[in-house]
Nanobody, 124 residues
Framework: QVQLVQSGGGMVQVGETLKLSCAAS????????VAWFRQVPGKAREFVAA????????KYADSVKGRFTISRDNGKSTVYLQMNSLEPEDTAVYYC?????????????????WGQGTQVTVSS
């Protein structure tokens, strides 16, 4: 069992930065791949980024590639999402999710454990 607690988020202006954190408690965090998703009202949850168990392999949605960076510190059982050059289209509730798996999957249904969600609002 893994519990995920998110922090960070908030309201920023276009072009500014934010960093989200996802801290895990429970057993064997290092065996879990972790992903970030986001969701706006009335739309399906959207894949943002994922990172492998060791942090060596990452995957990004085309819409955030080059602007967002996912990283992890297994010693601290924490995954981060650094968001640069934020745009109004990035406004959403962001969720981290974890699953015991080797490959990186972009489907939300592949993840067993979820954080509580955090609001990110980018104003123009």
């Amino acid at each position: 069992q893994v519990q995920l607690v998110q922090s960070g988020g908030g309201m920023v202006q276009v072009g500014e930065t934010l960093k989200l954190s996802c801290a895990a408690s429970g057993r064997a965090f290092e065996t879990h791949a972790v992903a970030w998703f986001r969701q706006v009202p009335g739309k399906a949850r959207e894949f943002v980024a994922a990172i492998s168990r060791t942090g060596i392999v990452t995957k990004y949605a085309d819409s955030v590639k080059g602007r967002f960076t996912i990283s992890r510190d297994n010693g601290k059982s924490t995954v981060y999402l650094q968001m640069n050059s934020l745009e109004p289209e990035d406004t959403a509730v962001y969720y981290c999710a974890a699953a015991v798996r080797v490959t990186l999957i972009i489907a939300p249904a592949a993840y067993n454990y979820w954080g509580q969600g955090t609001q990110v609002t980018v104003s123009s």
